[in-house]
């Protein structure tokens, strides 16, 4: 598989899911800010994720990739995006059919009702949800890319 883990930070997430692709899956950390780049490029350095992690730098309103991916992971950082519309169409181009996106937003930051915002403007954008997993104090859900 080749998955994105979009607004990576130091890379937590992307070295678990670097470890779930194995040898031949790739994930793409992306960040806006350099700094959070470093961070992963400094944990990998002479690792065997090396070659499975590629860096990527976006921008804040605008991934670019070229890529066709198969999962997303978005964690916190949703609710930093501008412009949440764009966003998730931009997403919804780069993804494979029936690729998933997995949200999970923090609790205090995140109301309930700007949670349910953010899953509305996915809908518009062709996203169906499929699953609210249960992410310790943090709002989440998983949404596919419809084939419609
Ligand atoms: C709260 S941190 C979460 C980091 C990581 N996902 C984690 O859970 O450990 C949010 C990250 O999203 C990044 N970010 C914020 N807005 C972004 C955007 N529009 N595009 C890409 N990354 C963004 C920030 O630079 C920051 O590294």
């Known amino acids: 598989m080749i998955v994105l883990d979009i607004g990576c930070g130091p890379g937590f997430f992307s070295i678990e899911m670097a470890r779930m692709v194995g040898e031949s899956g790739r994930v793409i950390a992306s960040d806006l800010q350099e700094g959070m780049l470093q961070k992963v490029r400094d944990k990998i350095q002479g690792t065997e994720f090396e070659r499975r992690i590629i860096l990527h730098k976006c921008d804040e309103n605008r ?6 991916l198969d999962f997303v992971l978005a964690f916190y950082m949703v609710h930093e995006v501008p412009d949440q519309a764009e966003f998730f169409n931009e997403i919804g181009s780069i993804l494979k059919p029936n690729g998933r996106i997995f949200i999970v937003e923090p609790p205090v ?16 954008a062709g996203f169906i949800p499929v699953e609210r997993p249960k992410v310790f104090l943090s709002k989440a859900v998983i949404l596919e890319k419809s084939n419609n």
Not at 63 to 68: F, T, V
Not at 115 to 120: K, L, N
Request: aromatic fraction near 4%; avoid cysteine.
């Open 63 to 68: 991934i670019n990739l070229s890529e066709r």
């Open 109 to 124: 930051h995140v109301s309930k009702r700007a949670f349910e915002e953010t899953i509305r403007k996915a809908e518009d």
